[in-house]
């Protein structure tokens, strides 16, 4: 019960800052998010020395803050047609790297690249679509809409941990996160169904199928951002990201789920409410 106290203490601590950062908008979700992106990287990369894997460390930092701010609504667009600059700060990081491996040679330099193009894409590519969808399709109704990843996700772990704790039986991936079970995952999504159905009719802009399908995706991403997490601490053989926050362990640790959830969010905006 501590444990468990002290999770909740922490992630309702962190949804409320959250929250306010995301009612600001840009002028506080970029330093915030630039933050977040180099404490993910700080984790990923002490994980990977564990396991004596080496990366970039000075072109992940670079490319990281590019791709966030690469990710800003308020650029103009590309010169070339059906392109981002989020693609573009991608590209010339893969080219950059894979010079420099041509110049400066060390050992396992493909193991270096993957890993190092992994991370950016891992942590501040999944980040920028923070602010991306913070402005979609406005700053006015994007807020309504990061609210629901916000809220679902956290109703799905609620949901999961007390579905699993007193019906949980079925083990969901037992190879990579034991502790997860079939009715865990149900009993988060029927929490977070609940949730994104009250919040949609409330703000009457989604009907209860959408609401349905949309908590299907988003409980599905949650969960499978969580299993990727573990699948990652699994192969680097190691059990916390970090211990920088309190019960949770590090802010991979707590921002895994959020990490599928949102662009997951987007892409469902964008390909089935928007395009209709």
């Known amino acids: 019960m501590e444990t468990l106290s002290t999770r909740v203490l922490t992630a309702v601590v962190g949804f409320g800052i ?10 506080a979700m970029v330093p915030a998010l630039l ?3 180099a404490m993910g990287l700080y984790e990923y990369v002490r994980m990977l020395d564990r396991n004596d894997i080496d990366v970039r460390r000075v072109s992940l930092a670079v490319f990281s803050m590019a791709l966030i701010f690469a990710s800003l609504p308020m650029w103009p667009q590309t010169p070339w047609a059906d392109g981002s600059w989020r693609e573009a700060v991608l590209t010339v990081a893969l080219g950059y790297m894979l010079v420099m491996e041509v110049i400066r040679p060390g050992e396992r330099p493909l193991e270096r ?18 602010l991306m969808l913070r402005y979609t399709p406005n700053a006015d109704a994007g807020l309504l809409y990061f609210a629901l990843p916000l809220l679902a996700t956290f109703a799905a772990d609620i949901g ?3 579905g699993g704790h007193y019906f949980g039986r079925r083990k969901l991936a037992p190879e990579v996160s034991p502790g997860k079970t079939v009715e ?5 999504l029927l929490f977070s169904f609940l ?3 009250i ?3 409330v703000a009457q802009i989604w009907s209860p199928l959408d609401a349905l399908l949309y908590s299907i995706l988003v409980a599905s991403a949650s969960q499978l951002g969580d299993l990727s997490e573990s699948l990652i601490k699994r192969a680097l053989r190691t059990k916390d990201s970090g211990r920088s926050l309190p019960g949770h362990g590090g802010f991979l640790d707590r921002l895994d789920s959020l990490l599928f959830a949102v662009p997951a969010t987007y892409l469902f905006l964008h390909i089935s409410v928007f395009a209709r």
């Open 160 to 162: 999961g941990f007390f």
């Open 35 to 37: 933050i977040l992106s």
């Open 113 to 130: 690249v993957v890993y190092s193009m992994f991370g950016l894409l891992y942590v501040p590519w999944l980040l920028g679509y923070f």
């Open 195 to 197: 949730t994104v159905l």
């Open 184 to 188: 865990g995952a149900v009993g988060g």
């Open 199 to 201: 919040m949609t009719q």
């Open 18 to 27: 959250l929250s306010v950062i995301v009612w600001i908008g840009a002028w």
